[in-house]
């Protein structure tokens, strides 16, 4: 849980923030003039609109939702830890690199789950697919639900541990 892994973490959430762009503008002089602008998901209908400028929404909607979420993490996070004094400083350390990771972590699933969307409205609108892969979709989410006790888990370590570290 060091600055690399949070390099890393970083680099792969601008990784495919970039992809989900790229695989828009690659696509979209290719769609034919009928494309969906939402799709076949859990039984509803595919709504379908004349090819328009509205295909970007939702790469924009991605970067808007990946920012704020960051944002709003890294504000979170400060108030934490100026809250609570009794916290060794290395144990502070500690528990802030574990948020950031897991923020940077559970941004990774959420990209994933707007390229599939982004994917399967390209897909949809070649009439190559119907809609969007449930499993896919679903498991995206199950990894998040995932993640979220085995940080509660790894946080608690850090913090017991940091009651007998000696600095």
Same mark, same amino acid.
């Given at each position: 849980?060091?600055?690399?892994?949070?390099? +890393?973490? $970083?680099?792969?959430?601008?990784?495919?923030?970039?992809? !989900?762009? =790229? /695989? $828009? *503008?690659?696509?979209?002089?290719?769609?034919? $003039? &009928?494309?969906? /602008?939402? *799709?076949?998901?859990?039984?509803?209908?595919?709504?379908? /609109?004349?090819?328009?400028?509205?295909?970007?929404?939702?790469?924009?909607? #991605?970067?808007?939702?990946?920012?704020? +979420?960051?944002?709003?993490?890294?504000?979170?996070?400060?108030?934490?830890?100026?809250?609570?004094?009794?916290? &060794?400083?290395? =144990?502070?350390?500690?528990?802030?690199?574990?948020?950031? @990771?897991? =923020?940077?972590? =559970?941004?990774?699933? +959420?990209?994933? *789950? +707007?390229?599939?969307? #982004?994917?399967?409205?390209?897909?949809?609108?070649?009439?190559? @697919?119907?809609?969007?892969?449930?499993?896919?979709?679903?498991?995206?989410? !199950?990894?998040?639900?995932?993640?979220?006790?085995?940080?509660?888990?790894?946080?608690?370590?850090?913090?017991?541990? !940091?009651?007998?570290?000696?600095?």
């Amino acid at each position: 849980m060091g600055k690399r892994t949070l390099l +890393f973490l $970083t680099l792969a959430n601008v990784l495919l923030l970039c992809l !989900g762009w =790229v /695989m $828009t *503008i690659y696509a979209y002089p290719r769609l034919p $003039t &009928k494309i969906p /602008m939402w *799709i076949n998901f859990l039984g509803q209908q595919t709504l379908f /609109m004349k090819k328009s400028i509205l295909f970007f929404i939702y790469p924009l909607v #991605q970067n808007v939702f990946c920012i704020g +979420f960051w944002r709003l993490s890294k504000c979170k996070n400060k108030k934490r830890f100026t809250d609570n004094p009794p916290l &060794k400083s290395k =144990v502070k350390i500690l528990l802030s690199r574990l948020e950031k @990771e897991y =923020v940077l972590l =559970v941004l990774i699933f +959420f990209n994933l *789950i +707007f390229i599939h969307l #982004q994917r399967s409205l390209i897909l949809v609108s070649h009439g190559i @697919e119907k809609g969007v892969s449930g499993y896919y979709f679903l498991s995206l989410f !199950g990894i998040i639900l995932i993640l979220i006790p085995y940080y509660r888990i790894r946080k608690k370590l850090i913090e017991k541990k !940091g009651g007998i570290l000696r600095i």
